[in-house]
């Protein structure tokens, strides 16, 4: 599988994990409308996810991970 395969895979996995979680945590919590629930899960899920990235390098192509969590890049 080529790096620009995998980051855009894991990008979309860490999208749907966290909105997943969004979701219903939010809709557990609060009785609020089911398409501002989406809207707010899906920003939730945009801030926090994790960016993956392919970037060449003498070596090859690696994929990077970004996140506000953690300093710096990391390599995946």
Do not use: C, Q
């Amino acid at each position: 599988m080529k790096p620009k395969h995998k980051a855009l895979l894991y990008n979309f996995m860490a999208f749907v994990i966290l909105f997943l979680i969004a979701r219903l945590a939010l809709g557990y919590y609060l009785p609020i409308n089911p398409i501002f629930l989406a809207v707010t899960s899906a920003i939730i899920a945009n801030v926090l996810a994790p960016k993956f990235g392919a970037i060449k390098t003498d070596k090859g192509e690696k994929v990077l991970m970004k996140w506000i969590f953690i300093k710096g890049v990391r390599e995946i």
